[in-house]
């Protein structure tokens, strides 16, 4: 029987963060070239190999621990502050194919609103941790495949990126630029 031993705290704060980006974000660019190409079979591989990469679960679980700005929210487990030894056990874990635990909601107020709230669901640690895992594996297969003026929650666009494209589109002949929110108007029976 093989001996697995867990890192110290030590260990966490000395693993060398930049290499591990560095090997996760060549997988993630064999997954981007092969889903451009069209070749299946390539990607999914690739993203399998990314889906068990050690680099890949600790830099999951240290963006859903020590990163993220929502790390210290608990989700029904009541787990929100992990230790080093934690965080490992956690790397360690980490394997698709489970049922999601159920979520925590909370209800907070809507901005701009009186009295208004809407509900916020919170996961679990681990299945947060489970989200971004995947999250690195599936992001580069339809980065290659997305429009390339949509810019709506993609990584290294935003809003000022859309006004620049629509001011290049606009800038010599007049167009129409229409925003609407027709949530209000959709009927929604109880």
């Not at 031993?5 to 591990?20: G, Q």
């Not at 993630?28 to 399998?48: E, P």
């Not at 229409?178 to 109880?190: G, M, N, P, T």
Request: some cysteine.
């Amino acid at each position: 029987m093989a001996k697995t031993s867990l890192k110290t705290t030590v260990e966490w704060n000395a693993i060398p963060w930049r290499k591990l980006e560095r090997k996760v974000f060549k997988l993630q660019k064999r997954i981007y070239k092969a889903s451009q190409r069209g070749d299946v079979k390539a990607f999914r591989q690739v993203q399998k190999t990314l889906l068990r990469s050690w680099s890949a679960k600790c830099l999951a679980v240290r963006r859903v621990t020590q990163d993220n700005r929502g790390k210290k929210t608990a989700g029904v487990d009541g787990r929100k502050n992990l230790s080093p030894k934690a965080r490992f056990i956690l790397v360690q874990s980490l394997k698709l194919g489970y049922k999601a635990s159920p979520t925590r909601r909370v209800w907070i107020p809507k901005p701009g609103s009186s009295g208004e709230k809407r509900p916020l669901s919170i996961p679990t640690l681990y299945d947060r941790a489970l989200q971004s895992l995947v999250k690195l594996a599936l992001e580069p297969e339809w980065e290659a495949r997305f429009e390339p003026n949509s810019f709506g929650f993609r990584p290294g666009r935003n809003a000022h990126d859309a006004m620049k494209a629509i001011f290049n589109t606009i800038k010599f002949k007049p167009k129409y630029v229409l925003d609407a929110d027709i949530a209000k108007c959709v009927r929604r029976d109880s």
